[in-house]
């Protein structure tokens, strides 16, 4: 078409890293800036890509503290039932 085109993709649970294409007439009129755009590109599907895992991250932990709570409160309960059943 014999325009400037940059496209970049990747899938938020891809395991290799995105990809991008830039058109030959953008490689041609600026060299320097194409390798650019594909390095931003790059930076920011990362940092998508890390931004996901560390709130699966968060996710996982908060679930692991409330699971725990819940187990200290069966305890707790337990523990009082046995004692209001003694009396």
Known sequence: TGCWLFMGAHH???????????SPKLRD???EGS???GNV????????HNSRRQEALH???ALSD???QH????????WAEQLLAAY
């Open 12 to 22: 938020p649970g891809a395991t290799l890293p995105p990809i991008h294409y830039s």
């Open 29 to 31: 009129n600026h060299k």
């Open 41 to 48: 590109f790059l930076k920011i599907a990362t940092a998508l």
């Open 35 to 37: 390798d650019d755009l």
């Open 66 to 68: 409330l699971e725990y």
């Open 59 to 61: 996710l996982s932990e």
């Open 71 to 78: 187990t200290q409160v069966l305890f707790e309960k337990g």
